[in-house]
């Protein structure tokens, strides 16, 4: 499977993003998905997933200005985030495998990602 990321770019604080991660080459219906974001200096931090069946896994510092939804008829995840703030400038990109979906280490395909900057 494929995965391409879109969506990210530049916005001001408070601003608000729909990124979007279309699936090719196999269909994403029956498995995890899952984004993840990453800086230079900090480690890799997995924002939100969700299941097969819908279920969402949203880290808890997050889940006021992030949410992930998935559309399998397209083979497409989104995440809509809130209120984006300058720390959460990073590369953002999704991922999909197996159960159990909440686990970061459940993960091994991902896209390229796109990048996403937050500042004024």
């Known amino acids: 499977v494929q995965l391409v990321e879109s969506g990210g770019g530049s916005v001001q604080p408070g601003g608000s993003l729909r990124l979007s991660c279309v699936a090719s080459g196999a269909t994403i219906s029956g498995g995890c998905m899952a984004w993840f974001r990453q800086t230079p200096d900090k480690e890799r931090e997995r924002v939100a997933a969700?299941?097969?069946?819908?279920?969402?896994y949203v880290n808890d510092a997050l889940k006021d200005r992030f949410s992930i939804s998935r559309d399998n008829a397209k083979n497409t995840v989104y995440l809509q985030i809130a209120d984006l703030q300058p720390e959460d400038t990073a590369i953002y990109y999704c991922a999909t495998g197996r159960p159990p979906c909440a686990l970061a280490t459940s993960y091994n395909t991902r896209g390229q990602g796109t990048q996403v900057t937050v500042s004024s």
């Open positions: 969700i299941s097969a069946r819908g279920e969402r």
